[in-house]
Nanobody, 125 residues
Framework: QVQLVESGGALVQAGGSLRLSCAVSGRTFSIFPMGWFRQAPGKERQFVAAIHWSDGTIGYGDSVKGRFTISRDNAKNTVYLQMNSLTPEDTGVYYC??????????????????WGQGTQVTVSS
């Protein structure tokens, strides 16, 4: 089994920054692409970013390109999401997700098999 635990969510003012962390435990060797999604109230879960555990291939959602950076620390089994220049539109619950071994960057929620419990990010104007 695989466990994903997010942390780092907070209330921040527009223009500010946050760094989210996702600690991965369990059968980590079975996880390749790791992603971040977010969900605002009344909206569908939205792809934010993903990174391949093995070769570091990265993909971003259009709304966060140039502002967010995903990274990984293989030794710590942790994936990070650095978020800069935050706007109120970035508000939502941020979820860490793990896919199964595959080629490319999965961008749909249904392509991910493992999910964390989520961490709240609120950006005030």
């Amino acid at each position: 089994q695989v466990q994903l635990v997010e942390s780092g969510g907070a209330l921040v003012q527009a223009g500010g920054s946050l760094r989210l962390s996702c600690a991965v435990s369990g059968r980590t060797f079975s996880i390749f692409p790791m992603g971040w999604f977010r969900q605002a109230p009344g909206k569908e879960r939205q792809f934010v970013a993903a990174i391949h555990w093995s070769d570091g291939t990265i993909g971003y959602g259009d709304s966060v390109k140039g502002r967010f950076t995903i990274s990984r620390d293989n030794a710590k089994n942790t994936v990070y999401l650095q978020m800069n220049s935050l706007t109120p539109e970035d508000t939502g619950v941020y979820y860490c997700a793990g896919s199964v071994p595959r080629v490319g960057i999965p961008r749909l929620a249904r392509e991910y098999a493992y999910w964390g419990q989520g961490t709240q990010v609120t950006v005030s104007s």
